[in-house]
């Protein structure tokens, strides 16, 4: 397997920063690959979270953060619960997630991302998620209008997706809550 | 006993069968669950995915209407019970986090609001004996593929629920219940959780391996305790069966559904007609009426 690395170009590599977001140590993985293993996406994916690993421990710079993996990583988190280590592997690509969407790359313009900031954006205004909202919002996005559009009168008819939104969180807290933690780039917009 | 009660989003719309089975076994078995007066999202996914301060904060915030309430928090959302333990685990091990979190709240939090799952509350308080005798119908010999998925379990460090590669908590109540759970190796995969609308690709592999390995073990249903788990294993069995032409026709039963119905709850009570895929045949083992 040959792997092509970029090397950081700023003072402060993207290592650094990913040990500072998921306060963990990537000297002490020797590439066992039981993460890769046991990744329910691992083989599928171009690169597999032993490579991620591997890659940012030799200095990789931002390029990482367009890989598939980063996007795909369903957060199952069994490499975090499989590593003889103890990394919390799942927590750096949860790292790279936020710098890919405060850096602005490309991968963060993907469908999950979109996903993400539809949800969000339902917590923010309600406190609370609202389905119909937030699959709507998505929709607009991803100009996705027809997916799972089958689905709908089973559900309404089931009830089994609520119609409206609810109205009794407490919603100042959760407001403040979004506006302290806005990052520069913000991936909650 | 009493305990606060965290219900969480999909306990209003996607998941009412899971609040209203989760009510109705807490009724029976004399457990009082009091919601707290404005509780919010815990963030799911979405949150941890973009922002660690934002993921320890919205799960804070409504830790601390627990700890107004003198009680410990309950969940039965596997997703919420996992976003709430994990901010706890958070705050309590990174100083730094910690005042982060309190400047977005506005107040401080420690950390010290115990967390539990409903299925804890069954095991470590109510006790397996105590639900015995209570049992008014048996699950007859039905065949249950007890599916536990990620956010139970995983990270094992942080949740400390049961075995993390083999747990039985799950499997524990369906032999209680007179069933027969199945030893099957897809307990602890990932059905892809919150990928089920932006990755539905990722979500149909992933669900049509665990629906072959429970069929394949001769499975009558599955049975879990996670609302994205049940959704995305009931819901996509139509799209496997038109990209793969594989049908499963599997019942994927809430624990609490099936607990419900032994301890005697009508059907209607726990939500099962809310099911893609009707469990028709567990109804009629049962002897109860839909």
Redesign the interface.
């Known amino acids: 397997m040959t792997m092509r690395i970029t090397k950081e170009k700023t003072e402060r590599g993207l290592l650094q920063q990913v040990k500072e ?1 998921a ?1 963990v140590d990537l000297r002490v993985c020797f590439q066992c690959k039981k993460c890769s293993s046991g990744c ?2 691992g083989d ?1 994916v171009e690169s597999p979270p032993a490579q991620i690993m591997r890659r940012l421990h030799l200095g990789a710079g931002d390029e990482l953060l367009e890989s598939d993996l980063v996007w ?1 990583c ?5 490499c ?2 499989r590593c003889p280590m ?1 990394i ?1 592997v ?1 927590a750096v690509m ?2 790279l ?2 710098l890919a ?1 405060e850096k602005g790359a490309d991968s963060a313009r ?7 900031r539809a ?2 954006g339902s ?1 923010r205004r309600y ?3 609202y ?1 119909m909202g937030m ?1 709507a919002s ?1 929709k607009f996005r991803t100009f996705s209008f027809m ?2 559009t ?2 709908f009168p ?2 309404l008819k ?5 119609l409206l939104p ?1 109205f ?4 100042k ?2 407001k ?3 506006k ?2 806005q ?1 520069p780039k913000g ?2 917009k | 006993m009493k305990l606060a009660y965290y219900p969480g989003c999909s306990a209003e719309s996607t998941a009412r069968d899971m609040h209203r089975s989760t009510l109705a076994v807490a009724g029976a078995l004399g457990i009082k669950l009091v919601e707290p007066q404005g509780w919010s999202c815990c963030g799911a996914t979405a949150a941890h995915q973009t922002d660690p301060v934002l993921a320890a904060a919205l799960p804070a915030a409504n830790l601390l209407l627990a700890g107004d309430m003198g009680l410990d928090m309950v969940a039965s959302c596997a997703a919420c019970y996992n976003r709430l333990k994990s901010a706890n685990h958070h705050i309590v091990n990174d100083p730094a986090l910690r005042r982060q979190v309190r400047d977005a709240i506005g107040r401080d939090y420690d950390g010290s609001v115990r967390v539990r799952h409903f299925l804890e509350v069954l095991f470590e308080d109510v006790g397996l004996d105590a639900i015995r005798p209570a049992l008014q119908r048996s699950l007859s010999e039905v065949k249950v593929a007890c599916y536990y998925g990620c956010l139970l379990v995983r990270p094992p460090g942080v949740m400390n629920f049961d075995d993390p590669e083999n747990p039985t908590f799950l499997d524990d109540l369906v032999e209680l219940m007179g069933g027969k759970s199945l030893d099957w190796p897809c307990k602890v995969d990932c059905c892809g959780g919150g990928l089920a609308m932006s990755r539905t690709d990722v979500v149909v592999q992933l669900t049509d391996a665990i629906l072959a390995m429970a069929q394949k073990a001769g499975a009558d249903c599955i049975a879990v305790s996670c609302p994205m788990c049940q959704v995305n294993l009931d819901m996509r069995q139509k799209d496997i069966a038109k990209t793969t032409g594989r049908r499963y026709d599997l019942p994927i039963v809430y624990i609490t559904q099936l607990l419900g119905l032994c301890l005697g709850i009508a059907p209607e009570e726990l939500g099962l007609e809310k099911l893609f895929v009707p469990p028709t045949k567990i109804i009629d083992a049962l002897g109860a009426e839909m």
């Open positions: 977001l306060g329910p996406v599928w795909v369903v957060s199952c988190q069994t975090s619960a103890g919390d799942a949860d790292a997630r936020t969407l993907g469908t999950v991302p979109k996903f993400n949800f969000l917590v406190g609370r998620t389905d699959i998505y997916k799972d089958d689905k089973q559900m089931k009830r089994k997706i609520a609810s009794k969180a407490d919603r807290t959760v403040r809550i979004f302290t933690t990052r991936g909650q």
